[in-house]
């Protein structure tokens, strides 16, 4: 079983939004509808088989929920979150909201998610996970838009250095996907 960390547009969504008009895409950033614009058919139909359960940070889920209308991927969602309250049930899947942290909510995901891969979506939930070695495969999809702020992936990575192997790198015309493994020993 793999767990996959990625990070997608986060927090600044807004102005992403805006730098992406200026540019002349005519896109909704959020969702699916980005993601079949913005990424080669390949990497979506590849995510979109591949993900059996999804771990979000509240920040994530507070910001993309109005935007998605549903969960983020036909899954199971995990949000880790240090208000609890009831399950909510979408369409696709139902967002669990997870008091106990980022290893309870992959470890939980996991179980929903079978033989398929857990994605974890956010940058602070993504940096606890990869903090606490709970990763084995890293995705970045990469758009060339410097914003200076936000949630950092790698920020206070207090971890020794761990070097990821190149699995895949598929370049398209708004974002370069860049997929990487943790070493086996």
Request: charged share 20%; proline share 6%; with cysteine.
């Amino acid at each position: 079983m793999s767990s996959t960390a990625f990070v997608i547009c986060g927090a600044l969504g807004a102005e992403v939004k805006d730098i992406v008009n200026r540019r002349g895409w005519d896109v909704d950033i959020y969702g699916l509808s980005a993601m079949l614009h913005l990424y080669p058919a390949r990497i979506v139909e590849e995510l979109m088989a591949s993900i059996g359960a999804v771990v979000i940070g509240r920040r994530t889920f507070d910001l993309g929920v109005r935007h998605w209308g549903d969960v983020p991927f036909p899954a199971p969602c995990f949000v880790v979150t240090h208000r609890a309250r009831a399950e909510l049930a979408m369409s696709n899947g139902t967002f669990a909201f997870i008091t106990e942290g980022p290893a309870v909510a992959l470890r939980r995901a996991r179980e929903a998610a079978g033989d398929r891969d857990v994605a974890v979506m956010g940058g602070d939930t993504g940096r606890q996970c990869l903090a606490a070695g709970l990763i084995d495969e890293l995705h970045i999809h990469l758009v060339p838009v410097l914003l200076g702020r936000g949630v950092r992936l790698f920020e206070h990575a207090d971890a020794d250095p761990i070097g990821w192997e190149i699995a895949d790198v598929t370049p398209s015309p708004h974002v370069t996907h860049a997929r990487y493994r943790m070493p086996q020993p």
